[in-house]
Structures are given as C-alpha cells and as structure tokens.
C-alpha cells in the first residue's frame, strides 16, 4: 500500500469517526418538557432567559436546565411523563440538570437538589434512568420508589418511604431499604444508616399528593387515549370523557356555561430555544394544551380531542372555531410574560377556605386538586339549576387550614374569575368525607356526524 493510499485511508477513517461522533451527539433528544403540575405559596423559576429567578404558575413547562425554588410558604411538584413526580416544601431549590432522551428513547432525568427537602416518587421503568444528586451524594433510581431527601448545612438525610434505593458518591455504593434512613456527613464520607426514619411536618403533604394521584391517574378514564401519565389524574378530577359520533371519544371539564372557551384564561410564556408556550390557567391544563386538538361541537360545546402523541406543541391545536372566538396566537417579539383574559391564576396559600363557591363558566378554576368530593356530581347540579353551588372543602393537599369557617367564590376579584350570570343564592351542599372517584355522565343529543375529522 501506497503512502498516498495509506493517507487516504486515515483520512477517510478519521471521517467516519467525526461523523459517528455527531451521530452519538446527536442521537439524544433534548426536547423533553415536564410538567409544573402543582403550586402554592411563593415559588419561582429560572428558566434560563438571563433575567434569573421570576414568578412561577400552574402548568408552566419546566425545561432542561430549568431551575425551581419555593419561598417560606411555597410548596411545588413536577410531574413526569410517566406519573413519578418531584415535590419541593417551603425554603428548597431544586435544578433540572438534564432532561433528555437516549438512542433507544429512554428518558433520561437528573435534578439537583441545592438546598432544602424534596420528596420523589418514582414510577419510571427500569430502561429510564432517573438520578437525584444532593451534597456529595447521588441516588439512581432503578425500581419505583417513595423517598424524602432533605439538606442541610452540615449533613443530608435520606429517608425511604417504599422500595431500595442505591445510593453513590463521596460515602461510596450502598443500598438503603424500605422503612430505613441514611444520614450523611456533607464534610466527610461518613454516614450512618438506621431501620427507622423521623417523620418530617410535611410527609402527610406530599402523602396527600401522592394519594390524589393514586386515586385518579387511572380511575374512570379512557386511558387508551394517551400513552402518557403527567396530567391524567387531573383530567379525571376535573372532568369526564364521553364519545360523540363524527369526534370520537373526547374531553370536557365540569362546569361550563355556553360562553365558555378553553383559551380565554392563560398567558404566553417565553422559554429560550422555544420561543412563547401557551400556559393555561385551569388546573387541569396540561394535557389538552400540550398534545391532541380542541374542537367545537355544536350541542356540546369545546371538547378536547386527543391525540398527536409523538410530540408535544407549544400552541395548542384548534378545528372548527366558532367565528367570534379568538384563537391563541403567541407574541411576534420580546420575552416578557403575557396575560390574556383572567391571566394566570394566582398561586394559592398554603391555607385552603372550608368552604368553595363554584359557578357556571368557572371550568374548575379555583378548585384546588382533591378538595372537594364528588366533584361531578355538583356538576350536575350546577349544570340542572344554572347556578352557583356551595361546597365544603377537605385538606386534601394543605397543611393547614384556615382557623376560622371563611367562604371564597370562585369567581370573586382574588381568584380571577369572572361574576356569576344571575344574582341567585348559591345552593347549599356538603360533601361527604370519603367518596369514590367521580365516573363519566354526559348525555346529551349528539352533534351532526361529520364527515372527516382530524387525524
């Protein structure tokens, strides 16, 4: 073989490795966006547009790189695609290192907790590699697990609520079982490990969390329709599927009146590499933003279609928009926040009032998740009388309540919403302590048969 030959040779060698190189580069998606699924108290984000730390609402997208930090009465969950779910309590940081896909489409999740105490509850699969770093110590996930991580200045404590967890770093490989805690020394490699762990003021909070969606993730809903899990619960919770001929089967939240329109209430949120992100108000505002198509059925009203599972979209999909009804279209320049109609709801205190006023139109805005019981059924009677309904209200998800009996109407100044239609005294009701899971009721006449519909 010649010099020549031989050069060449290393020379188409070294060109197939750079490509390979940027194949193995490039193989990894970073597309991934989770889910800011619960808010109360103060709670900002950096979101990585240079400006540092700024207000945070409901259904936010928390992007790799993102990071999340609640104040001295702030509380916040993540929610992953899969239902595993990351809290923070009062006075944490957490940072979203990475948020990725792999070659075989794994999902690939790191979070860094700075300062504070999270809890995670895991329900990934054995192919995602899902790592929380705190200190000088890591845990990766490898089975599903319920744990707590708290930090402090001068030593960390794990606590495993279910499952095994393998922990690395400066102490070294070692594996913690359910019911135990591991206490570690952030300034050396020493830890102690014990069959017990203290409880901390906020485990019934995050059990309270972690039981909400226990309850409803799966619980009467069409769950062939998304091969996702973030934001089912609160589909669910805050409303009922149903099919309609010509659309298939389709969405729609309780309480709406014949005004009512799914973009109304929300705002335009910059995200750098994305640009705006519509963000809804509703607390159940995830999914049908993020995937599927909303459509106007005539005798129904807006439903959401689902569906456009292979990725998510940043303006949310519309067909057959009734002619007066404004469409969401996202800013042409600047990165500053944008509200439109009722804007984004204000994050809600810790505290919760005993007792809720819901009114027609209201589409569940004000309703904090797992608060109020049979939730459809005061649908039905909010829809049969045309007017406000009364309710009582369970902690579910609050630490603590309000110490004296006060009434918030969802539809006052502080929570956004607009005035009730008629002056008529709400209906009067209480709910009862335990329940099962509302289960879909809708019959009204069907729509005209269309003769295509999106795909």
């Given at each position: 073989?010649?010099i020549?030959?031989?050069g060449?040779?290393?020379?188409?060698?070294?060109?197939?490795?750079?490509v390979l190189?940027?194949?193995?580069?490039?193989?990894e998606?970073?597309?991934?966006?989770?889910?800011?699924s619960?808010v109360?108290?103060?709670v900002?984000?950096?979101?990585g547009?240079?400006?540092g730390?700024?207000k945070t609402?409901?259904?936010m997208?928390?992007?790799?790189?993102?990071?999340?930090?609640?104040?001295d009465?702030?509380?916040a969950?993540?929610e992953?695609e899969d239902?595993?779910?990351?809290r923070i309590?009062?006075?944490?940081?957490?940072?979203?290192?990475?948020?990725?896909?792999?070659?075989?489409?794994?999902?690939?999740?790191t979070?860094?907790?700075?300062?504070?105490?999270?809890?995670?509850?895991?329900?990934?699969?054995?192919?995602?590699?899902?790592?929380?770093?705190?200190?000088r110590?890591?845990?990766t996930?490898?089975e599903?697990?319920?744990?707590?991580v708290?930090?402090?200045?001068d030593q960390?404590t794990?606590?495993?609520?279910?499952?095994?967890?393998?922990?690395?770093?400066?102490?070294?490989?070692f594996?913690?079982?359910?019911?135990?805690?591991?206490?570690?020394?952030?300034?050396?490699?020493?830890?102690?490990?014990?069959?017990?762990?203290?409880?901390?003021?906020?485990?019934?909070?995050d059990?309270?969390?972690?039981e909400?969606?226990?309850?409803?993730?799966?619980?009467?809903?069409?769950?062939?329709?998304?091969?996702?899990?973030?934001?089912?619960?609160?589909?669910?919770?805050?409303?009922?599927?149903?099919s309609?001929?010509?659309?298939g089967?389709?969405?729609?939240?309780?309480?709406?009146?014949?005004?009512?329109?799914p973009?109304?209430?929300?705002?335009?949120?910059?995200y750098?590499?994305?640009?705006?992100?519509?963000?809804?108000?509703?607390?159940?505002?995830?999914?049908?933003?993020r995937?599927?198509?909303?459509?106007?059925?005539?005798?129904?009203?807006?439903?959401?279609?689902?569906g456009?599972w292979?990725?998510?979209?940043?303006?949310?999909?519309?067909?057959?928009p009734?002619?007066r009804?404004?469409?969401?279209v996202?800013p042409?320049?600047?990165?500053?926040?944008?509200?439109?109609?009722?804007?984004?709801?204000?994050?809600?205190?810790?505290?919760?009032?005993?007792?809720?006023?819901i009114?027609?139109g209201?589409a569940?805005?004000?309703?904090?998740?797992?608060?109020v019981?049979?939730?459809?059924?005061?649908?039905?009677?909010?829809n049969?009388n045309?007017?406000?309904?009364e309710?009582s209200?369970?902690?579910g998800?609050?630490?603590?309540p309000p110490?004296r009996?006060t009434?918030?109407?969802?539809?006052s100044?502080d929570s956004?919403?607009?005035?009730?239609?008629?002056?008529?005294?709400?209906?009067?009701?209480?709910?009862?302590?335990v329940?099962?899971?509302p289960?879909?009721?809708?019959?009204?006449?069907?729509?005209?048969?269309r003769?295509s519909?999106?795909?």
């Open positions: 073989m010649t020549d030959r031989i060449k040779t290393f020379a188409i060698w070294a060109v197939l490795a750079g190189l940027v194949v193995s580069a490039s193989a998606s970073k597309a991934r966006i989770v889910r800011l619960e109360q108290g103060s900002q984000m950096d979101r547009t240079g400006d730390f700024d609402f409901l259904n997208p928390v992007v790799e790189g993102s990071r999340l930090k609640t104040g009465d702030g509380r969950e993540v992953f239902g595993s779910a990351l309590v009062p006075n944490s940081e957490v940072e979203f290192t990475r948020l990725a896909l792999g070659d075989d489409g794994q999902k690939i999740s979070m860094q907790l700075a300062a504070g105490t999270a809890y995670i509850n895991y329900r990934g699969k054995k192919s995602d590699e899902f790592t929380l770093n705190f200190g110590e890591s845990v996930l490898t599903q697990s319920h744990f707590r708290g930090l402090g200045n960390a794990l606590a495993v609520f279910k499952g095994r967890l393998n922990v690395s770093g400066q102490s070294g490989p594996e913690v079982d359910e019911k135990h805690s591991a206490t570690f020394d952030i300034n050396s490699d020493r830890y102690d490990v014990a069959k017990n762990y203290e409880e901390s003021p906020y485990d019934d909070w059990k309270q969390q972690s909400y969606h226990d309850r409803y993730a799966a619980s009467n809903s069409y769950r062939s329709s998304s091969p996702y899990a973030y934001g089912m619960s609160d589909l669910n919770y805050y409303g009922s599927y149903m309609v001929p010509g659309y089967m389709v969405w729609q939240p309780y309480f709406l009146d014949a005004s009512w329109s973009f109304q209430d929300g705002g335009w949120v910059y750098p590499g994305a640009g705006y992100m519509w963000v809804s108000s509703y607390p159940w505002g995830w999914m049908p933003y995937y599927g198509n909303w459509a106007f059925v005539p005798g129904y009203g807006w439903v959401w279609q689902p456009y292979n990725t998510w979209y940043a303006v949310p999909r519309v067909v057959n009734p002619r009804v404004a469409v969401p996202p042409v320049r600047g990165r500053g926040t944008v509200m439109l109609g009722r804007g984004l709801t204000v994050n809600p205190a810790s505290g919760l009032p005993q007792r809720l006023t009114t027609p209201s569940g805005l004000g309703v904090p998740r797992g608060t019981r049979n939730l459809d059924r005061f649908a039905r009677e909010v049969k045309a007017r406000p309904v309710v209200t369970e902690p998800g609050r630490i603590a110490s009996s009434t918030r109407s969802l539809n100044a956004g919403t607009r005035p009730p239609s008629s002056a008529s005294s709400p209906s009067q009701v209480s709910t009862p302590r329940a099962p899971p289960a879909p009721s809708r019959t009204p006449s069907p729509p005209p048969v003769s519909k999106p795909h």
